[in-house]
């Protein structure tokens, strides 16, 4: 068991860190025309709307969650007068509403993914894979707050806390120490999560990579009106 998590929980990371940021080089630099959505928006857009909106919001609020509860230091916490129950207590909550929010437009879009015969036609393997690894992961922190509820003293956050920290300063001894012992569903979590950045730059996820922030300093476009005789 100690060698399944000195992998899994400190070596994977790098693995699938690595893969992200040269995969995601490499096809940015051969495969510029494939970086986008494929968005599906002209096929259908009732369904889209309805669950695109609520999955952006939801993960949005996720990342945020996720980067700066694990990474933010406990000291800098305390300094804001937050101590680790109160935190567990934002982190449960907070993480319920984003995730039921997202949990919610996912549905949506997985069934339209799959449901739609037209839109099902025009995808490939990697749009569903993707969805369907989405899905299961938003379905393991979801359950994780069922475990969380059990340990409102923060204990569980504390060590998922100096997992992430330790594996960002390269200290994967200690990395896996803090997390060798925390429930399984918070293993698979972790575990789902570095999956996701392996899959990353084989998927329509790269779109996240890219702000175009070109269209705010370009020139405007001027569209005349067409006088036909």
Not at 109 to 129: E, Q, W, Y
Not at 156 to 173: G, R
Request: glycine share 8%; proline share 3%; charged share 15%.
């Amino acid at each position: 068991m100690a060698h399944l998590n000195m992998f899994a929980f400190g070596i994977y990371p790098y693995i699938a860190i690595a893969i992200m940021v040269i995969g995601s080089w490499i096809r940015y630099d051969r495969e510029q025309y494939t970086w986008k959505t494929s968005s599906s928006q002209l096929l259908e857009k009732k369904q889209l709307r309805l669950g695109s909106i609520p999955f952006h919001i939801g993960i949005l609020g996720i990342f945020l969650g996720h980067f700066f509860g694990l990474l933010m230091p406990k000291e800098i916490w305390h300094l804001l007068g937050i101590t680790a129950q109160m935190k567990q207590m934002i982190a449960v909550g907070a993480g319920g509403l984003f995730g039921l929010i997202c949990f919610f437009g996912l549905t949506v879009l997985i069934k339209r993914r799959l449901g739609n015969p037209r839109i099902r036609a025009t995808s490939n393997t990697m749009d569903i894979v993707i969805l369907l690894l989405l899905y299961a992961q938003l379905i393991l922190g979801l359950l994780s707050i069922t475990v969380s509820l059990g340990h409102m003293d923060g204990a569980e956050m504390l060590k998922l806390m100096a997992w992430a920290q330790n594996t960002v300063t390269f200290n994967s001894t200690a990395a896996v120490e803090a997390i060798s012992n925390v429930h399984w569903i918070f293993k698979m979590h972790v575990f789902l999560g570095m999956t996701l950045f392996v899959v990353f730059p084989f998927s329509r996820l790269v779109h996240m990579l890219s702000v175009p922030v070109q269209y705010m300093r370009r020139q405007h476009q001027i569209v005349r009106q067409r006088f036909v005789r």
